[in-house]
């Protein structure tokens, strides 16, 4: 057929072409031998962040290291639908196949056997398959859950070189249309007419989450999925004193008594050991999961959990007089306690996304203008309400509507309401390693081990219904009539509408007990832990969060290595 021919020619001619070539990560040819003053693990948007900051200085050789392998087109990834096939882009570069990971799994992007959660091993970890959505935390996330020297007036110099870094918008679509909106239009009537919300530019109005609403931010460029691996690890990567090696798995960190020398690591099936020069240091960058999970079999944790991993041949014969007692490791992980309500109205009108069968139009419209609805994740709006309590304590509420039902709702006028709960909840659990492997999961406190957080989040969906009258929209799978006490029963109760691991993983080596304001794992002398291990529960979601937190790593990494 001529169609499709002429779709890529227009393609290639309209739309610029500023990723064509794929550029694959440095291979260390002559490892052995080589020394590295810096070592990170794992390349999720924070590790990606502080390696490329670290090689800005020419004189330290970096060495970032990623288990899996090539995610984004411009790193080598080349799985994709048909309908791709001639274009610089891979599934992760289209913003509309965002969900589609779910319904069409990736061998080569999602961790196999390597975590028991829901997560990606790739390069840019979750951020090659997340939604992108990038929201600016409030100043008060920072003065109220962080200590001293990460303060608000301490991140702000490092919120500025994200921005000026990363490129991010609220109207991702190439055209400056705002596609498949009857969501965002009703939901603007119900919550802005009804229940007295403001609408506003979310990133613009950082500080406001009380009662907002607006359209989602997204970390894209160009109409494709952005994030650091688009952006710092690009630059980076033409440095000649960095290097990105991935398909090599860190075993553990070779240390003494919190003295590193450098990392085991698994490459093709070889095991072999990559060493730091005296002053150098590794950063640990695999994720609230990963990352304690590491430090853990590099003898680093709770004494008791220790033993247990000795006896079964995990540490790799290391004495017990070498190890790092730190019984913060892995406690505090947190993630979103999740809600799907389904709601429907004639005027609401569904959009699925299709991995191998795109509408023809929508598909061409992408291919041809980065434009339509594959240039966005598919949420339409975002919003946040806060629950205050006797105490003067608040805890922090937010939901998106999506662009299609789900389970057993949907039909063409149903979507589905994402309810999280976010900063000030209760509840958090800690990072179990389970299996004959030993592999890191979450404990079962994460969600709801402490009631109020429960009572919270039913109160922000009770305050929701009472606001729908007159705007057309039902619920379905919970009724509108349901008391607070009613909907509690049922967002802790187990259906496939409530109880969801969001898989905002944090918060599981936290500054102050597992690490020190610099970053440095306490009890180590050259070990850090830089991602989202290290972040308080944010009141929004937490990918831009990470981000800034890398960035006032650097600065505070880069001042101990001077």
Same mark, same amino acid.
């Given at each position: 057929m001529l169609f499709p021919v002429i779709s890529l020619l227009l393609h290639l001619l309209l739309v610029p072409q500023l990723r064509a070539t794929p550029v694959p990560p440095k291979p260390l040819t002559e490892r052995a031998g080589t020394l590295y003053d810096v070592i990170v693990v794992g390349t999720g948007p924070a590790g990606v962040i502080i390696a490329s900051r670290l090689s800005e200085n020419?004189?330290?050789?970096?060495?970032?290291?990623?288990?899996?392998?090539?995610?984004?087109?411009?790193?080598? %990834?080349?799985?994709?639908?048909?309908?791709?096939?001639?274009?610089?882009?891979?599934?992760?570069?289209?913003?509309?196949?965002?969900?589609?990971?779910?319904?069409? =799994?990736?061998?080569?992007?999602?961790?196999?056997?390597?975590i028991r959660a829901y997560g990606a091993c790739t390069i840019g970890g979750n951020s090659a398959i997340n939604a992108g959505l990038f929201y600016e935390p409030p100043a008060s996330d920072f003065d109220k859950y962080f200590p001293t020297g990460w303060k608000y007036s301490d991140v702000a110099p490092s919120i500025s070189r994200l921005y000026a870094t990363q490129p991010s918008t609220n109207n991702p679509s190439l055209d400056g249309i705002y596609y498949e909106q009857s969501g965002y239009t009703l939901a603007k009537q119900w919550l802005v007419n009804n229940a007295g919300y403001t609408e506003l530019s979310i990133n613009a109005n950082s500080a406001k989450k009380t009662k907002v609403f607006g359209h989602p931010v997204y970390d894209y460029a160009n109409g494709q999925r952005g994030g650091p691996v688009v952006s710092y690890l690009q630059t980076a990567l033409k440095r000649s004193n960095f290097h990105l090696q991935s398909g090599?798995?860190?075993?553990?960190?070779?240390?003494?008594? +919190?003295?590193?020398?450098?990392? &085991? &690591?698994?490459?093709?099936?070889?095991?072999?050991?990559?060493?730091?020069?005296?002053?150098?240091?590794?950063?640990?960058? +695999?994720?609230?999961?990963?990352? =304690?999970? /590491?430090?853990?079999?590099?003898?680093?944790?709770d004494p008791t959990t220790l033993t247990t991993l000795?006896?079964?041949?995990?540490?790799?014969?290391?004495?017990?007089?070498?190890?790092?007692?730190?019984?913060?490791?892995? &406690?505090? /992980?947190?993630?979103?306690?999740n809600t799907f309500i389904e709601l429907s109205s004639p005027a609401l009108q569904a959009y699925n996304y299709n991995y191998d069968n795109p509408i023809p139009a929508d598909r061409d419209l992408y291919l041809t203008k980065k434009s339509g609805?594959?240039?966005?994740?598919? %949420?339409?709006?975002?919003?946040?309400?806060?629950?205050?309590?006797? $105490?003067?304590?608040?805890?922090? &509420?937010? +939901?998106?509507?999506?662009?299609?039902?789900?389970?057993?709702?949907? $039909?063409n006028n149903t979507v589905t309401m994402n309810i999280y709960g976010t900063s000030g909840l209760k509840s958090s659990g800690k990072v179990v390693? %389970?299996?004959?492997?030993? /592999?890191?999961?979450?404990?079962?406190?994460?969600?709801?081990?402490? =009631?109020?957080?429960?009572?919270?989040?039913?109160?922000?969906?009770?305050?929701?219904?009472?606001?729908?009258?007159?705007?057309?929209?039902? =619920?379905?799978?919970?009724?509108?009539?349901?008391?607070?006490?009613?909907?509690?029963?049922?967002?802790?109760?187990?259906?496939?509408?409530?109880? +969801?691991?969001?898989?905002?993983w944090s918060s599981s080596c936290r500054i102050g007990s597992c690490v020190d304001v610099n970053t440095t794992v306490i009890g180590a002398k050259n070990i850090h832990v830089v991602d989202a291990s290290i972040v308080a529960p944010l009141t929004v979601n937490p990918q831009m969060g990470v981000m800034i937190a890398a960035e006032r790593a650097w600065e505070l990494i880069n001042k101990l290595m001077v």
């Open positions: 020419p004189a330290r050789n970096v060495l970032l290291l990623e288990g899996g392998g090539p995610s984004y087109w411009i790193t080598g %990834g080349t799985e994709r639908p048909s309908w791709l096939a001639g274009t610089s882009l891979s599934r992760v570069d289209v913003p509309g196949l965002y969900s589609t990971i779910y319904s069409n =799994p990736s061998t080569q992007l999602l961790c196999q056997n390597k090599t798995w860190v075993q553990r960190i070779v240390q003494s008594k +919190g003295v590193a020398t450098g990392v &085991v &690591v698994n490459t093709g099936g070889v095991t072999s050991t990559i060493g730091l020069t005296a002053k150098g240091r590794v950063i640990v960058s +695999g994720g609230a999961l990963k990352s =304690p999970e /590491l430090l853990m079999k590099s003898g680093i944790g000795s006896n079964a041949g995990q540490l790799g014969g290391l004495a017990s007089s070498n190890w790092v007692n730190n019984s913060a490791v892995g &406690v505090g /992980l947190f993630d979103n306690p609805p594959y240039s966005f994740a598919g %949420g339409s709006c975002s919003f946040w309400d806060t629950v205050v309590h006797a $105490d003067g304590t608040v805890a922090g &509420v937010q +939901g998106g509507l999506g662009a299609a039902g789900y389970q057993d709702y949907t $039909d390693l %389970g299996g004959s492997d030993y /592999l890191p999961g979450p404990d079962g406190n994460v969600y709801y081990s402490n =009631p109020q957080d429960a009572q919270d989040i039913a109160t922000f969906i009770r305050r929701l219904f009472d606001a729908l009258p007159g705007t057309g929209l039902t =619920p379905r799978n919970l009724a509108q009539t349901s008391s607070v006490a009613d909907i509690v029963k049922y967002i802790t109760s187990w259906t496939p509408y409530t109880r +969801g691991q969001v898989n905002h």
